[in-house]
């Protein structure tokens, strides 16, 4: 049996190495990360579902995919907020990520405040990188972001920390009315992973 607490409570920065060791032994995040640079894109990370998830499954010993329905990028380019700009992007990642065995989808946060009240109902402010789009997400347990630096070590972005992650514990992030989003993810990771446990918005 898995001990999947192991490094719940441990320190930061303990806990920001024991992500690094899991990313590095994660094939397809070592793969996406190398290919991402490619992109030629300002301020590109890999975010959320395909990190956090992988997390889970190496803490309790499921197959590296399960749960994982997508790679998400996110880039910030304010140079031209098009749509057509940011087709061109999404059509260069397709080739860059071709063969890849989850589709990926790539965002231009600084985009975001144009389509996001049309689609959610809410405003949301413009932003000026992405790290604050990451700041923004709906569960705390969910703000994870990596990158290569130009030494090609895995750079880190976890500006809530890591022990939630590592707890098995999704907790809101109340920065926003997103109340609907955070129920409706954690209510989904818990089919596949029952260890989880879920504070209430």
Partial sequence: ??????????????????????IRAAPLLVDVLERLPELNLPDAWLVSGAIYNTVWNQLTDRPPLTGINDIDLFYFDASDLSY?????AIKR??????????PV???????????????????????????????????????VAARLDGAGEIELYTP????????????????????ATHEKKAERARTVWPEIVVEAW
């Fill in 1 to 22: 049996m898995p001990d999947h607490l192991k490094h719940s409570g441990t320190s930061p920065a303990t806990q920001a190495e024991a992500l690094r060791d899991i």
């Fill in 160 to 179: 809530f920390g890591l022990d939630d992650l590592f707890s098995f514990r999704i907790v809101p992030n109340r920065r926003m009315n997103n109340r």
């Fill in 84 to 88: 057509e700009a940011e087709d061109r």
């Fill in 105 to 143: 989808q790539l965002r231009n946060q600084a985009r975001v405040h144009l389509w996001y009240p049309e689609r959610f109902g809410e405003p949301y402010p413009a932003l000026t990188s992405c790290r604050e789009a990451i700041d923004r997400f709906a569960s705390l347990t969910h703000a």
């Fill in 93 to 102: 990642a397709d080739q860059v990520f071709a063969g890849l065995p989850l």
